[in-house]
């Protein structure tokens, strides 16, 4: 059994080796493509899970609010230049550009989650108010997975 931290750390650290494995592929290949597809879903899905459960549970506490709002906050930027970034030109130097800022951001946003967020929800969330949490995470996040392109064409209509 995993415990939330462990599920989400373990995300990040695929998501660091695929934000790597994009950057040292170069224009529209097949390599740069399956990397980007996987990453675009699994980010997408790891998102909506985090907030659903990890951070729902910050929000509970005084503390957590702000941090929590915060996080939320940075995901949304981070939504936005996925969605750039998923529709641009894989060739086009700009989309490189785009995406080393994705890189930069979202490694900063990892680094503040394990860094900061992290101890801080270890000392004022009791271990037993989020038992299983690293289960329901997983378990939220298949769930998100099939909804991505679901939610994209929501978000088309608004």
Do not use: C
């Not at 800022?101 to 900063?108: G, R």
């Not at 394990?114 to 270890?122: L, M, Q, S």
């Amino acid at each position: 059994m995993s415990s939330i931290y462990d599920a989400i750390k373990q995300d990040h650290d695929n998501h660091r080796a695929l934000m790597k494995k994009i950057a040292d592929t170069s224009g529209d290949s097949t390599e740069r493509t399956q990397a980007w597809n996987e990453f675009y879903y699994d980010i997408k899905s790891h998102a909506a899970a985090e907030e659903e459960t990890f951070y729902s549970k910050l929000m509970t506490k005084t503390w957590g609010q702000d941090s929590a709002r915060h996080s939320v906050e940075e995901h949304a930027e981070l939504d936005d230049l996925l969605e750039e970034l998923n529709e641009m030109d894989m060739a086009s130097p700009g989309w490189l550009n785009k995406f080393h800022k994705l890189e930069h951001d979202y490694n900063h946003h990892m680094d503040e989650e394990e860094d900061e967020i992290f101890g801080r929800a270890k000392d004022v969330i009791d271990e037993s108010e989020i038992e299983n949490y690293g289960e329901k995470f997983l378990e939220r996040k298949k769930k998100e997975m099939k909804l991505v392109d679901e939610k994209k064409e929501d978000s088309l209509e608004d």
